[in-house]
């Protein structure tokens, strides 16, 4: 008999340590994303605002900024937090016809506007 106790023992061990164990790994889950959402926090992604900015800053050096329809955006966060947007926009020039343009911007992002750092239409 004194070994079906120890079984006994063993099982009861088991049926504690079990939502114990669970239980801390839930914590710990629980605590790494609390810990990756600050760090998304502090190193926030602003390139949904830089494309905006962008989009902007390019309709101002157009002829016709009303008839500005953006094909394609492309931004990046730079290593030094400055964001570069690549893109294409159509546009009417001086004269009522639709030109395509080419564009590359380097922004940077200050409090809650943006400096337009370089810009070229190519």
Known sequence: MPHSLSVEK???LFYISLPLSLIAIIISISQSLEESHKF???SSD???EAKA???????MQLSSPDSANFVALDTERLANGNYKTIGTVDAKNPYG?????????VQ????????TLEFAFY
Do not use: C, G, P, T
Not at 53 to 59: F, I, L, M, T, W
């Open 40 to 42: 998304e926090q502090e």
């Open 10 to 12: 063993l099982k009861a």
């Open 97 to 105: 016809v639709k030109i395509r343009h080419q564009f590359y911007i």
């Open 46 to 48: 602003f390139s949904s």
């Open 108 to 115: 940077q992002k200050a409090d809650n506007s943006w400096n």
């Open 53 to 59: 900015a962008s989009r902007n800053y390019v309709r």
